[in-house]
């Protein structure tokens, strides 16, 4: 009988609201210094949120400074250090923690049946270090920002008088915070698991979340070993990155894309998780191709350590390693259309419902599809000779970074949304937010297509005055998201205290963490639960409560 | 604040510290050390359901962690290996400036501490406290001698100029060192006269009057009669004579010879930290072991402990031929 799994907690529909986990203890220091996996992860958000709306204030500044050519409001100087600025804090604190750290801490434990993560002071000790890491990347706004772009390339970045120091150390330790979480992560999902929560009874965002984790884990330790080595040629000048001392500078790219390219995955294969959690319930179908798209996120780890050369086809690599790293490159797109079709045929004769959620799902497909195909143009290396470090390639990432990671990050943020707080957001707003943002996003980035095919470089603060239309439009549409992001801002602020009260299962979702009241409450789980049915499995043994606005059992189902 | 938390998380479900909850939990699972619990439920964490649960956890956590100090250091021993393969005389040239000696001894320090570290894992699953603190202790006293020595090391460096990038003023001329001449007698000779005529060239320029004596002065020293075998490899090697040198008139030192020691001080520097993060964590095993909180049930964090320190000399035992027994 696939029904979902009865435990204690599935006859509460409605959140008590005298014990969860946000009212379990009072006061400041019981935040900072708690332990809770769900406490630790509502911290992350709101941190994450912060550096969010921090480095989208960085890129609409850009984004106005490339209004005009020449001069609109900033120096060029200014320019560098905003758009290093956006894309350091975009990556290192907003992608890179934001849907693990962020929306995994609270969701993974929850979907496992755990009481926890499997370290918990590890858990905590991550945040404070990201904090610390954040700080220090700021730093280098007080004191002089750095203006490298965010990749640190040497011999610039060894040589350029701006406060490169503290923002690669803050890089630095932002790596640990992510080690931190990648480990913690690995041990919960082999460890931690109830009875009955076989590997393939997982859900999808936790194989998702532990393919990061391998990565996070293997990856970040080099680029770790490698700032630092930076930060030691810069100030002591041993001499490895430095050609004037006999070093090698390509030494560094390889380096920084051995972590930097794995590091894509870490972004983007967290994102493949939660539209697989969404799809589904919004399909009010079972997911098609379970096994496919879970080992496929291994595949998507495995072979992302391999294809860092073809960040390099124009900086002096053979031939022949080229050849192979695009061949190697090409093999990606493979398991990564597994996903996409399999996402596809789980809507096909679904009754969708085109909740926020879901169309943010809907508009990652959009987008991811252009952004990860474009990669396959990259990927060529005849091409990429031609396109390389112009907008096509920055039109290229946004699309998956931010088309991709970022419109996953808000549909799941929506999707547990009342899970986190015990809230429902409006949903109207929502759906005009998501609209405006998924419109945003496409004539932001797509314009940059066109400018880049035709040989607009990136970075670059001045430009042909033929370039300009294209420019002014990618501007606007870079408003239009501003707008899209305040909105959702305001109305999910104002949801935290005139939202309706939401129900344990709003959606409908046979997962785990719909069996806990919302907000679950401290020990996720009184006794761990015995899991009888995969994670996708008895949609049709859910029925819509009008009275509590959520799914509750059938009256039929073996449910007590 | 977080141990109250924590505490005030396991009062109502696993019983909290108390015996009876813990065995409870503790059950026919755990098979920990073969042996059930005696009244040491404070060290089973609430979200755990048994010891065996949370030593796997814990284990698989060492060992990964593990992973990523491997790829931590991975990336200075690629940085060495590219390094060493563009400029191989700088290698062989700055390893005469290192002491084999006391870099021996420290593998040897190193690998006793490991025994006892390892040791000392048994004695907690043995119960034999006595002998655990003993061990701590042993492995605590092996890891300070290290670091001693270590410190030495680095002081003759800093004493005879041997600093990484431009603090690198070498006092001694590398034919010049024992090191060298005990291992090559017959090209530290020929260095030295290479030099004295080159020296003798330079007079001879700074004072045409001198150019007669000069000439006088090298067929005597024999410079110019054609250098045996011995005589020139180790010089070439050294990248002291040649393309590589620094100087192309007279020995001198190879072009980048500092770089070397960048990588030598990041290294070792990076594993004195290592050592010394070592350190720190027997310190607090020793002051636990000694209430006598581990034992078989529990000996969880010596495991990691020890695998921690066994990984900190390995790392040793391949940095010591790397940059000590070049050849």
Redesign the interface.
Known sequence: MASPSATADVVAPRSSSSDNYLTH?KGV??W?????HKRIGVMYLCSVLFAFALGGFFALLVRTELLTPGKTIIDHDTYNQMFTLHGAIMVFLVIIPGIPAALGNIIMPLQLG?????????N?ASYHLWIVGALFMLSSLAINAVDTGWTFYTPYSTTTSTAVVPAAFGAFILGFSS?FTG??F???M???RPPGMTWFRLPLFCWALYSTALIQ??????I???LL?MI?ERT?????FDPT????PV?FQH?FWFYSHPAVYIMIVPAFGVIGEIIPVFSRKRIFGYKFIAISSLAIAFLGFLVWGHHMFVSGQSVLAGTIFSAITFLIAIPTAIKVFNWITTMYKGVIHLDTPMLYALAFLWVFTIGGLTGVFLAVMSVDVHLHDTYFVVAHFHYVMMGGAITAFMGGLHYWWPKFTGKMYPEKSGRIGATLVFIGLNVTFFPQFILGSRGMPRRYYNYLPEFQPLHVLSTLGAYTLGIGFLLTAFYLYRSLKNGKTAAANPWGGATLEWQCSSPPP??NF?K?PVISAGPYDGYENLMYDEKIGGYIPRKSSTST | ??ES??E??TAP?TGGHGAHGLDHHAGPDDHAGGAHAHGDGPHL???F?TYQ?QF??GK??IW??L???V??????F??YT??RG??PE?FVYAHYFLNTTMGAINTCVLLISSLTAAWAVRNAQLAQRKLLVLNIIITIACACTFMVVKFFEYEHKFHDGLL???AFHPTEQVWELESFKHKHPEAAEYAEKLTKAAEAKDHAKAAPAAVAAGAAVAPETGVFEKPTEEQLEPLLKAGVIGPTAEDPTRPSKP??A??FF??YF?MTGLHGIHVLGGIGVFIWLLLRANKGQFGPKYFGPIDYAALYWHLVDLIWIYLFPLLYLIH
């Open positions: 203890d220091l019981s900072i210094f708690t332990l809770d755990a009481k926890d993560v499997a370290f918990p002071r590890m905590l080690i480990l913690n690995i041990v919960t082999h460890k931690m884990v293997l990856a970040t330790p080099v770790g070993i490698t080595m030691i002591v000048h041993i001499g490895i001392l006999g070093g090698d030494l380096f401290y020990y009184h761990a | 604040m977080s938390t924590s005030s998380a479900k964490a609430h979200h359901d649960q796997d956890a698989l956590g990964l962690f992973l990523t100090e790829l931590f250091f991975s990336g200075l690629c940085a590219v390094y563009m400029h700088v990484p990038g431009p072009r980048n500092h770089v960048g990588i990041f």
